[in-house]
């Protein structure tokens, strides 16, 4: 529990005049849940999207079990453990959704097989079985673009996890998902995710959400982390509150 | 080097200013082209064919005109005239009838559809023009030769070519690049060009906006055919060879790009009228050559940004 | 559905051969069409991307080439082709590695410029290609036999269908595999396959480098039958012919551009001569139809018409 996963050292990345990334530093230790939040346009996805190769860092390091990972291309980044999910659902829509699922597996088992078909045995069954622990059975067969948004998000996240990541980055996994749904999915997804020995980082909205599921807090403001412990403590802090909650409390209403 | 140019130059001079005035018909037509792609998404073969029917009706109508009387000096006008109606008609029937039905299909199909209607309007112009050379130059004849004057010697060349061909394609660069920024329909095609989903969450009425962008692309490339046709004699095939140096001027620029266009256009109508001059069986291949090189080094175009995909 | 095609293919199999055995002038047609056909397959895999090329003429072109000069020296079609194929795949290679970074309008015009480079060497090296005159192909053995002109047709004949299906059943294999299944990936949703470490770029290349090997074998059956091999079969109209016969045919099934191939040069048979003016006017109205009704070709009706039986 204590030694660290992922290890951001001062890192910075400006888009024009907008500092979306002014000095993070931050540990991710492993097997932790930790949840980014703070208002929109702090640079919370912009983290996510460092970690994972999709931007390069102006400065500053990013390092993964130990060994550096900055800038590297995202296929490389994957390969190493590391897997997203993100805020707008990106599913193949023409495939159904177990076949979304058989094509993260084909990612991590590598797909270079002509002729043994993608809906394999051994392939379905990991599929179907992926798919089930997400609640997601029912829908095997649906196409990906037919899905309402919950399930859409929800078949988002299990492609990620196909990937055996040891660790999951989520970006708003709630969003989305309607409110009387919110804590049934996150509730699965926890669930699936501790029993996989999972690290997880996402960014969220719901402040009930964090602090009912969130090991530790990161408060992100302006390209900085404002704050960083557990919930409790990090929620209960009145600059916290008027900072990022107040906001997010409004944007949530 | 020096014996090279004693002997070539006057010759590298014509290639170059008829480069220019190349490079201006290659600009209009082009730049329609990429205009109807930014805002509609759909890359339409057919283009080409505007342009031909352009310059076919412009030789035509000038012909049947003056037939019956037309004073010389109008032959100018007839050509612009020419331009509108074939822009005018072709233009919002092409939308409404048939661009309208494929917006929801994958893009493939768009463009294969646009190609079909190529193949229709290729044919359509044989019937109607036949496979006989058409010309009429009246309108070059009409304003003359200036001398110009170069590496102290003088080369004759047509006033048409050298001041109206390029002046038309300047005023249009400017003309596009006033309107797109500084009027409301303007701005509203570029937010569209921009962000299709937003722009029209927005509430901008987007089937007008197409019908006035691919309206406006198609008398664009009307009038780059009008205007070519005093310049050549017009032959099947004109459609089919305008359509992909325009589609190499896209790609070359970049997609969505305006004053790029303008400089690739200049700088495929310069090499091309440079090896006709010097080099005559690279001709046809110095568009794809150049096409070719420049995407090696800048994949998404010389001045085209770096596609930002959304995450 | 998948049973229904394989039933449909033999059944189509054998319909050409009772075709060819009525009408012998129909042999050549057929085989023309089953050579093209194949080269069709390599186009739906692109498709499948949501890429089309404007180029593929180039490999048709390279493949028909590499037999007419190969033939003087070494005249067995059964090598003759293999080595076309073999040799157009490395080509494929080659200009793959290149044209895969690009997509849509990119893809397209790389893929039309190179093959038009290729096809102003092959009019303007005179020398080496005889220009516009084109080569003749010398009379080529068959398994080391000298055959008859019309045992030699039906020789051809036969290899063009069975290579038709086995590289028919081939590319269904591959169209249900990760390999081909991640190229529709690629169509809807790229970025997410580079997420998840699924190399995009790979899986295009691997599908274009399979394309130019069926283009290339085509070319070689073409140039065996046709026996003369001229720079026009490398220009772009043809190019556009085979993307034309994908969408005629559909790109939902293996079979998709035999159906496609087989109507196409049949009816261009009848049609071309009849109509010479308008034959171009004729397949623009018959391409702009089938895409407005039946976007899925004429394995789409097929398929439909094939569910209302069951």
Redesign the interface.
Known sequence: MSDVLLSARGLRLAFGGVKAADGIDLNVMRGEFLAIIGPNGAGKTTFINMTTGYLRPQAGTISYEGAPITGMAPRRIVARGIARSFQLPQLFTEHTVLENAALAIAAREGPWSPLKPLLRPAWREEARDLLERFGLSAIADARADALNEGARKLADIAMAVALKPRLLLMDEPTSGVAASEKMQVVETLARVLRAAQVTAVFVEHDMDVVERFADRVAVWSQGKIAALGPPAAVLADPEVQREVIGIERHAAA | MYGWFEENGLLLGLALLDGLAYAALVFMVAVGLNLV?GVLRV?NVAHGSLYAIGAYTAASLGLFLSARGLPEWASLAVLVVAAALVGGILGPLIERL?LR??YA?????Q???T??????L???Q??IWGTQPVQNDAAMRLLGNFDVPFAGDFIPFTAYQLFVLPGVAVATLVGLAWFLRRTLTGRVIVAVTTDREAATAMGIDASRIYLLTFTFGAVLAALGGALSSPTASLVPGVGAQTI?LS??V??TAG?GQIEGAALTALMIGLSRSIAVYFMP??E??TP??I??AV??IR?Q?LFGAAET??? | MRRTETILAIGGAALLVLLAFLAPWLRFVLTIALAKGIAVLGILLLLRAGQVSFGHALYLAFGAYVVAFLAPSSPEALILMPVAMLLSGALGLVVGLFVSRYREIFFGMLNLAISMVFYSLLEKLYHYTKGTDGIRVGVPRFLGMVLERDDFEWAMFATALLLALAIGFFVRLYLASPMGQALSAIKTRETRLEFMGLPARGVLLSAYVLSTLMGGLAGAIIALTTRHVTPLLGYWTVSGELVFIAILGGAGAALGPFLGAVTFELVRVYAAASFADAWQAILGLVLMGVILFFSRGLWGMVESLARKRA
């Open positions: 792609f890359l048939l039905r494929i299909q994958e893009p493939v199909l463009l294969l559809v190609f079909a209607l190529f193949m229709i290729e044919d359509a044989k019937l992909v589609f190499a896209v790609a997609l069986e690279a046809v291949l794809y050559l096409m070719v995407l090696l994949p175009g995909r959304r995450v």
